[in-house]
């Protein structure tokens, strides 16, 4: 449009886990991709980040597993424990038996180690990177998108692809809604891991489970570093104050604690507090020539572990959705676009809505009292390792598990 | 004391099943036994009983399970619905593995049909049989207890049995407390089987779990008859409302259910509304030579369907304690009451304190709704059949199940 616009097929907004996988996955599939950040550098804060396989299988499709788990670490088991008693709950062994059964590890990385991996993987393959970029607003003229941004410059593509997170710009072109709070608050913490580290559960997730909180630890780094996140709901927010969560509310939320549990808050930075947001499920992603994807279309409680791992999913998703129809051994076709984004989103919305529905029903039942915690520790108690009747829908590669574009067309041809 | 007073080895105050069961007990090992009841005839009101293999081993002690079959009925399963969506939840087949375990059957009876067996059991064993007495306090002088009653009469014995039940008037002897309420209210029923009775589950004790309410539905007088309970929280009881639990409330209560349950409350009789009371434990029911069993001990909610059941194995209880010590080959020592009183009391308060508290918690468990009950019905369908660790230790007959005096002595011999 504007005389001075970058043209390129793919633009995507925002340099987050979201953002540089769907960069990778487009430009996997041909196209030309610019990614615009608003940050003068590409980076991620935060600690360490659980990579499930159904993660890492889209990392594997990229050929980029195996640096991941040069950095990361393959935990031995996931543990859940009651935070009060200490006493184990229920676990699940993550190598044989499950890796064979979802067809990738289980990782752990830390989080600035898995953005570089991607980062890296973007430039090796070519995507424009380009920082320092405010877009302001999105529009669709004649069949293209087109980013207007801070400094006045625009960009312009076949597609744009909103992966600007929790508080997306881009969001509101298919939805009126705000983030929602949980009221729960995180501190974040990774120490190194010394002869003095008290030597309990060193190669596990553990997820302690306690009243109004939870606690989380793993080793990241090749087993270098602990990592620690301490999750609580904040009295100060049912007050309804504005700053809360402070460091005061921590120690109070963790006194019934075990010890290991009161000890592993010596860990934590608590110059950072974390407020847990999500967001409602939304059906439609897509605004002309504008999709969202990650935390901008689906923002998640963490509770399953799940936000960056849907972002990758939704990369995958968006690969299988546009080759063969807009990306063609012919060349590009972005009059495709219109149905491959509306497949994209098809595909996903439910999956991802599921996961942002179980996530706050998971979170629950991990922070409940009395009776409920009762029913909460038998019923967890009852699990047997290696029962995954829990986890297929979320890790699994079929059937209840991971919908693909691939397996619906198959079903549409079968019925067509 | 008196001069006129009647004198027996054993009186026993209470002609419920506790008392009859007492009675017969002390009867079988050789005592002189009286039991006195106030109401002007023997009987009880009510509809169906549950008798669990803890309580049709004591049948099957005294020779009476015989006649209690010939009128219950063996259950074929013991199932669990959430009353909602009618969901099976779990269930427990009650024959083979089951009465092979415990060594009795499950039995289902009137309540008037049980009360006969023991009332007849009584005559034919001899016990002495009086009614319309009301006795106004017990006292002890030396070393017998003396009752003293509204027409003036004394009755004196080696030992007096309180079992009056849950408004006990011997009871402040050993505890000042009073009954609790639960804010439940149950209404009961017996009809007909008839050809128009839906058929689903006439051969199985059925319990439907629903949001503070239930309903149980189970065959009586050898399939002729459908005994159905229903129980609900009293909104009208948490206003302070003293006549609380009317007919109003009960159809409101159910308001959610599935067609089975709101059909079934037609089959309730609502002339009778029966708030529910249990009391907290105590662990002394012994004052000088009397000593209280059954409800007037240890009254417990009705959840587990022990009521009757424990006061069968009071019963059995008392009599393996005064076999050999009170009544001996060579007579009767009455100066062994004191130290047989005790081990019985030692015997019997943890486990029906354990048995009054759990059927609170598992009662609780019924009823809950929103999370709560996710997780409570995710635990109970976790439950296979045949999984007998929730019932070893109300069912069971050695180690963590019933405690027997015989056990113990044998354990205190073997330390010795």
Chains 1, 2 share one sequence.
Not at 4 to 10: E, F
Not at 233 to 248: A, I, L, M, N, T
Not at 250 to 271: F, H, I, R, S, W
Not at 280 to 294: F, S, Y
Request: aromatic share 6%.
């Amino acid at each position: 449009m504007s005389e001075h616009a970058t043209s390129t097929d793919v633009l995507v907004i925002g340099g987050g886990m979201a953002g540089l996988a769907g960069a990778l996955a487009l430009r996997e599939n041909g196209a030309n991709v610019t990614l615009v950040e608003r940050a003068p550098e590409f980076g991620e804060v935060g600690a360490g980040l659980q990579m499930a396989p159904n993660a890492s299988r889209v990392l594997k499709r990229w050929g980029l597993l195996e640096k991941a788990l040069e950095i990361g670490v393959q935990p031995k088991h996931l543990v859940f424990r009651d935070a009060v008693t200490g006493e184990e709950l229920t676990r699940q062994t993550l190598n044989g038996e499950f890796e064979e059964r979802y067809g990738a590890p289980y990782v752990v990385i830390h989080r600035s180690d898995l953005h570089r991996v991607l980062l890296e993987g973007c430039e090796a393959a070519g995507v424009k990177l380009v920082n320092d970029v405010t877009v302001e607003s999105v529009e669709t003229v004649g069949g293209r998108g087109v980013a207007h941004t801070l400094a006045g410059v625009d960009f312009e593509a076949d597609v744009v692809i909103g992966a600007d997170g929790l508080r997306s710009t881009l969001r509101p072109l298919v939805a009126d809604d705000e983030p929602v709070s949980s009221a729960y608050v995180a501190y974040r913490g990774t120490v190194p891991i010394t002869e003095k580290t008290p030597k309990a559960d060193l190669e596990d997730v553990i997820v302690y489970l306690g009243p109004d909180c939870h606690l989380v630890q793993y080793p990241l780094r090749k087993g270098e570093l602990l990592n620690t996140v301490a999750v609580f709901k904040s009295p100060s927010f049912e007050r309804g104050e504005e700053q809360y969560g402070g460091v005061d509310e921590l120690e109070a939320a963790y006194k019934d604690c075990v010890p290991a549990v009161q000890e592993a808050l010596k860990n934590l930075a608590t110059g950072i507090r974390w407020p847990m947001y999500d967001r409602d499920p939304i059906e439609n992603w897509v605004a002309g020539r504008m999709v969202l994807m990650g935390d901008a279309a689906h923002p998640m409680l963490q509770y399953l572990a799940q936000g960056a791992c849907q972002a990758l999913e939704d990369a995958a998703a968006l690969q299988d959705a546009t080759v063969g129809t807009v990306f063609t051994g012919e060349g590009i076709k972005p009059e495709a676009w219109d149905v491959a984004l509306r497949e994209f989103n098809d595909v996903r919305a439910g999956r991802t809505a599921r996961v942002q529905r179980t996530a706050r029903v998971w979170g629950e039942s991990w922070h409940v009292s009395g009776l409920a915690r009762t029913l909460r520790n038998l019923l967890f108690k009852s699990r047997k390792d290696n029962n995954f009747q829990y986890n297929d829908w979320l890790y699994g590669q079929d059937g209840d598990g991971v919908p693909s574009v691939t397996a619906k067309r198959v079903a549409e041809k079968a019925a067509a």
